[in-house]
């Protein structure tokens, strides 16, 4: 099946840093999600990105598709972006059925 | 808030009780799913149904037995659960089956003694 990886699988900011978070996924895809984690286990939908480049605020994302990759962008970090980011693809023979990368911790500290 | 709320947030029960996980939805989607997130392991799809039919049922043990009544509730009975069964589970939505954006609620935290 596809394979997602993130990297790095942690990362410690100072705040008012900027980051670029990767995912990499080993098949073509029509669709990518990127999620973030609070420390209270909630999943927060940020971008639905197949291909392209989305903003919202501090947070940005590109997906390259032909290269099978894409990256999430935080900048200005506060300590409210601490938690945990995936970036989620559908598998080859259900599109509902998303594909979760492990994950990058980030801790974002005052 | 996403519109997809859980109840129980938290849950300690033994292995010989039943319970059950709630979820409802107000987002007028037709898709829910049911997910598990163990410690140190990616999320795990369990079932997914459909406008109120299971369509995915991703090898999940049958001491975890889902219910969809309507489009806006899912519910997940448990029953004998082991140890390794404690996780959080993560109910979500999307508009249909096809790919679209999903919400997850906030979660229950399930622990089996």
């Known amino acids: 099946g596809i394979q997602v990886e993130q990297s790095p699988p942690d990362l410690i900011l100072q705040e008012g840093a900027n980051s670029t978070l990767r995912c990499n996924f080993s098949?073509?895809?029509?669709?990518l999600q990127w999620f973030h984690q609070n420390p209270w286990g909630q999943l927060i939908n940020l971008f639905y990105i197949p291909s392209g480049t989305k903003q919202n605020g501090r947070l940005s994302a590109t997906t390259v598709a032909t290269e099978r990759y894409s990256l999430l962008y935080i900048s200005s970090s506060q300590t409210t972006d601490s938690g945990v980011y995936f970036c989620?693809?559908?598998?080859?023979?259900?599109?509902?059925?998303?594909?979760f990368g492990s994950g990058t911790r980030l801790l974002v500290r005052p | 808030e996403t519109g997809v709320t859980q109840t129980p947030r938290h849950l300690v029960m033994g292995m010989t009780n039943k319970k059950s996980l709630k979820c409802e939805q107000h987002?007028?989607?037709?898709?829910m799913y049911w997910y598990k997130q163990s410690a140190k392991k990616p999320l795990e799809l369990m079932f997914v149904?459909?406008?109120?039919?299971?369509?995915e049922n991703n090898s999940v043990p049958s001491r975890f037995s889902p219910e969809c009544p309507n489009s806006s509730h899912l519910f997940l009975h448990l029953h004998t659960l082991q140890p390794e069964d404690s996780a959080l589970y993560l109910c979500?939505?999307?508009?249909?089956?096809?790919?679209?954006?999903?919400?997850f609620g906030e979660g229950s935290w399930l622990t089996v003694v």
């Open positions: 149904y459909s406008l109120e039919e299971r369509v």
């Open positions: 098949d073509s895809v029509n669709n």
């Open positions: 987002l007028g989607h037709n898709a």
């Open positions: 979500a939505s999307s508009h249909d089956t096809s790919g679209n954006t999903i919400y």
């Open positions: 989620a693809v559908p598998s080859v023979d259900s599109s509902y059925k998303l594909i």
